[in-house]
């Protein structure tokens, strides 16, 4: 079987693939509800980057300073201010 590659005009996650994650506005309410949670939820997008052992290592310890969380590929953000913190680090 044969793959072709989409090009970014039919490609409805071109977006998401030049990024290194996606904050996840939608299902993130529903998501921290069901855990009765409040916050953000970021989906880690670019797995080359965040597979990286320095960048993973690194991402860890920047969740333990800001209070997030890591759970797979994801990142709960508690707050407005570790959101920014977040995006201003890792964008």
Do not use: P
Not at 58 to 70: A, G, P
Request: glycine share 4%.
């Amino acid at each position: 079987m044969k793959m072709e590659l989409m090009s970014t005009s039919e490609d409805i996650f071109a977006d998401w693939k030049k990024n290194r994650f996606i904050i996840a506005d939608d299902f993130a309410k529903e998501y921290l509800n069901e855990r009765h949670v409040d916050g953000t939820l970021i989906v880690l997008t670019d797995f080359k980057f965040w597979g990286q052992e320095h960048i993973a290592d690194q991402l860890v310890q920047w969740c333990i300073d800001h209070n997030c969380r890591t759970q797979g590929a994801t990142v709960e953000i508690d707050c407005a201010q570790s959101l920014t913190a977040f995006m201003l680090r890792w964008s």
